[in-house]
């Protein structure tokens, strides 16, 4: 039995995991800031914490609550996050600054506060969950993929790093995956684009994200869920799990094609 926190597991990806991985036998405590919608974990066995992984005071009185009860983290799960869709010159820098925020430097704070939990018992797990926009760009997408790249590079170095000490560091890089997200991502491309000089082709890739979206193509989240149980299971977890609808054919088309062509794709998948 694993000590895990798993971020973001009030809904989706991290909601799933969460039940999961209790219902496997670990210890799980599921953290975010809705604290209404983890009360339904509770009955997998899931214990719900408060969690802003924006917020350095919450991100310590977390891991110094589940070290106090428990003695120890085993695993880190950085589900956080989201996607916010926009040209470049109409999303704000601050908006891309939250972006970051969640998805990269919220990351950062728990792993720094993990680690030396993890450095001392010679074992830990951290598994951060990317995206294949981690490896490709698509239309509209700037700010969400730089967070996904920083993001891949951030897991790489730290690998390193961490490897002497007994801790793996993997990375989930689901592809199209049935849930929320592209919902919310083509909400904040459409109004980000009202008024604007991209405003034409802005509303026509939100269609087409909304369209794709609710097609019966994109995969069971289910299996995002299994793999994270794989990677914190498994004696030697693999530093990356290409998975999802789409992930590993399009990622391979963006090794092979030259890049005007694979932006004409993209432009065009819509």
């Known amino acids: 039995m694993a000590i895990v926190l798993i971020t973001g597991a009030s809904s989706g990806i991290g909601y799933q995991a969460a039940e999961l991985l209790a219902q496997k036998g670990h210890q799980v405590y599921g953290a975010a800031r809705r604290m209404d919608e983890l009360e339904s974990l509770k009955k997998f066995g899931v214990n719900p914490i408060y969690l802003d992984v924006t917020n350095q005071a919450s991100c310590e009185e977390v891991v110094r609550a589940i070290i106090e009860k428990e003695g120890k983290i085993d695993a880190l799960i ?15 820098l601050e908006e891309a600054q939250r972006q970051f925020e969640v998805n990269l430097f919220g990351v950062a704070r728990l792993t720094k506060l993990v680690l030396p939990h993890m450095r001392k018992n010679k074992f830990g797990r951290i598994i951060n969950i990317s995206s294949m926009g981690g ?16 993001l891949e590079a951030f897991s790489d170095a730290l690998r390193m790093e961490t490897k002497p000490f007994g801790v793996e560091v993997s990375l989930i890089e689901p592809g199209g995956i049935k849930t929320q997200w592209g919902f919310i991502a083509a909400d904040h491309l459409a109004e980000s684009a009202k008024g604007g000089a991209y405003e034409k082709a802005a509303q026509k890739a939100a269609i087409g994200m909304r369209r794709q979206y609710s097609g019966n193509m994109m995969s069971d989240p289910k299996i995002i869920s299994k793999t994270i149980l794989k990677a914190l299971d498994s ?18 088309l963006h ?16």
């Open 78 to 92: 950085n589900n956080a996050g989201y996607g916010s869709y926009g040209a470049v010159e109409d999303v704000s």
């Open 135 to 150: 490896r490709v760009t698509t239309y509209f997408g700037a700010w969400y993929h730089a967070t996904k790249y920083a």
């Open 235 to 252: 004696r030697k977890p693999r530093a990356r799990y290409l998975i999802g609808f789409g992930a590993k054919p399009i990622v391979f």
């Open 255 to 270: 090794a092979i094609l030259p890049t005007r062509l694979f932006d004409w794709i993209m432009m065009h998948s819509s």
